[in-house]
């Protein structure tokens, strides 16, 4: 049986690229498409601006004529330049269950990544932060989201095979949303925002977050510093970012907190569960995918995503991010939803696990960046 790796160089070659996990995923349930147009817009180089520090290559694996996986190889330099790490990282990968296909396709990264001088892969991870990472390992059975990925079981067997070993894991949790806020986290919210001055921005449309979009990444940007294999977002990608994102995001789903002078001192985004409006969309908005995207976000939906939060380095551990989340929780209570995903928290964050202490809540996945380094 023939396997062939080819490099990914035509418009249509990336279209393959992007729709393969359709052939592979089409009669799961859990499974979450992307959205197509952002997947689009983050694998082209013209689009891109992490592509100014990032180089990049994608694949495709076939065999016996057939489309059989595919994956793509980074090399951060913003990353190596911070954390003195010379790995490349691999991302977007996606095969059918055989062995001689996984093999075929990570070893193909690996050398490229062995070209470029490295001493090392890790991943999955993306060119920053805001793309999607971690393998799924639990929680296979649990509904997937926009934000995470999703795959098969056999997916870390055949890494492990491979020579794969965990570098790092993040943990998510079900949180479910109570009839009524709990009296301690009321009355730690009111202890915080005494002592240290800040208070929720009261937003009603979402024209009202757009002068704080920037320094909301700044905040990210302070915040995330010494997370895992975190780079910071540069210019570029804020406007881009805030352009790509921040004409969806509502207030009901976004707390901003302000210091004494005005000043973003941390935030927290969520919106309505997208899942299932994706799954019949197809990850597609037109020619009618947009409907169910809007019907999800403008109709009662009793389940919200968690996307993104930070706090300001001064005001942590200060109880800052505890009152956004109680602030979240009353706008969920409002609008009767029944539960939140909180998405991925690194494994060692106990801080933010600390939050769901208050809740009922469960840790219903995890997933792992894998490292293999020669």
Same mark, same amino acid.
């Given at each position: 049986?023939?396997?062939?790796?080819?490099?990914?160089?035509?418009?249509?070659?990336?279209?393959?690229?992007?729709?393969?996990?359709?052939?592979?995923?089409?009669?799961?349930?859990?499974? &979450?498409? #992307?959205?197509?147009?952002?997947? !689009?817009?983050?694998?082209? *180089?013209?689009?891109?601006?992490?592509?100014?520090?990032?180089?990049?290559?994608?694949?495709?694996?076939?065999?016996?004529?057939?489309?059989?996986?595919?994956?793509?190889?980074?090399?951060?330099?913003?990353?190596?330049? /911070?954390?003195?790490?010379?790995?490349?990282?691999?991302?977007?990968?996606?095969?059918?269950?055989?062995?001689?296909?996984? *093999?075929?396709?990570?070893?193909?990264?690996?050398?490229?990544?062995?070209?470029?001088?490295?001493?090392? &892969?890790?991943?999955?991870?993306?060119?920053?932060?805001?793309?999607?990472?971690?393998?799924?390992?639990?929680?296979?059975?649990?509904?997937?989201?926009?934000?995470?990925?999703?795959?098969?079981? !056999?997916?870390?067997?055949?890494?492990?095979?491979?020579?794969?070993? /965990?570098?790092?894991?993040?943990?998510?949790?079900?949180?479910?949303? #109570?009839?009524? &806020?709990?009296?301690?986290?009321?009355?730690?919210?009111?202890?915080?925002?005494?002592?240290?001055?800040?208070?929720?921005?009261?937003?009603?449309?979402? /024209?009202?977050?757009?002068?704080?979009?920037?320094?909301?990444?700044?905040?990210?940007?302070?915040?995330?510093?010494?997370?895992?294999?975190?780079? #910071?977002?540069?210019?570029?990608?804020?406007?881009? !970012?805030?352009?790509?994102?921040?004409?969806?995001?509502?207030?009901?789903?976004?707390?901003?907190?302000?210091?004494?002078?005005?000043?973003?001192?941390?935030?927290?985004?969520?919106?309505?569960?997208?899942?299932?409006?994706? *799954?019949?969309?197809?990850?597609?908005?037109?020619?009618?995918?947009?409907?169910?995207?809007?019907?999800?976000?403008? /109709?009662?939906?009793?389940?919200?995503?968690?996307?993104?939060?930070?706090?300001?380095?001064?005001? *942590?551990?200060?109880?800052?991010?505890?009152?956004?989340?109680?602030?979240?929780?009353?706008?969920?209570?409002?609008?009767?939803?029944?539960?939140?995903?909180?998405?991925?928290?690194?494994?060692?964050?106990?801080?933010?696990?600390?939050?769901?202490?208050?809740?009922?809540?469960?840790?219903?996945?995890?997933?792992?960046? !894998?490292?293999?380094?020669?």
């Amino acid at each position: 049986m023939s396997i062939i790796i080819k490099e990914v160089t035509t418009k249509a070659d990336l279209k393959r690229f992007v729709e393969f996990p359709f052939s592979i995923y089409h009669d799961n349930q859990n499974w &979450i498409p #992307p959205l197509l147009m952002d997947e !689009y817009h983050t694998l082209r *180089q013209e689009k891109n601006p992490a592509f100014e520090y990032c180089d990049a290559k994608y694949w495709l694996a076939y065999k016996d004529g057939q489309l059989a996986g595919r994956i793509a190889g980074i090399v951060n330099h913003r990353y190596i330049e /911070k954390w003195g790490n010379k790995y490349a990282r691999f991302g977007w990968v996606d095969f059918i269950d055989d062995a001689e296909v996984v *093999q075929a396709l990570f070893g193909t990264a690996e050398g490229w990544a062995k070209e470029q001088g490295m001493a090392g &892969i890790h991943g999955p991870l993306g060119f920053t932060d805001m793309d999607h990472e971690g393998m799924l390992v639990e929680g296979f059975d649990e509904l997937g989201t926009l934000a995470a990925i999703y795959n098969h079981p !056999y997916y870390p067997r055949h890494l492990e095979k491979l020579g794969y070993k /965990k570098d790092v894991d993040w943990v998510e949790f079900e949180v479910k949303v #109570p009839k009524e &806020i709990p009296e301690k986290a009321d009355r730690v919210e009111k202890i915080v925002m005494q002592k240290t001055g800040v208070k929720v921005l009261n937003a009603k449309k979402a /024209k009202d977050l757009l002068p704080y979009a920037h320094e909301m990444f700044e905040v990210l940007n302070s915040a995330f510093a010494d997370i895992y294999a975190f780079v #910071p977002l540069d210019e570029k990608q804020i406007k881009m !970012y805030i352009k790509q994102y921040f004409t969806f995001i509502m207030p009901d789903y976004t707390k901003i907190l302000l210091d004494a002078n005005n000043k973003v001192a941390g935030f927290v985004i969520g919106m309505p569960s997208l899942s299932r409006a994706l *799954q019949k969309s197809k990850g597609r908005l037109f020619p009618f995918g947009f409907l169910h995207i809007l019907k999800a976000i403008k /109709k009662e939906n009793k389940y919200i995503d968690l996307y993104l939060g930070a706090v300001r380095p001064d005001l *942590q551990g200060k109880g800052a991010d505890a009152l956004l989340m109680t602030e979240m929780c009353r706008s969920a209570m409002k609008n009767g939803v029944v539960s939140a995903e909180t998405n991925i928290e690194l494994e060692e964050n106990v801080k933010v696990q600390s939050h769901w202490k208050y809740f009922e809540s469960r840790q219903h996945k995890r997933r792992r960046c !894998y490292i293999k380094k020669w």
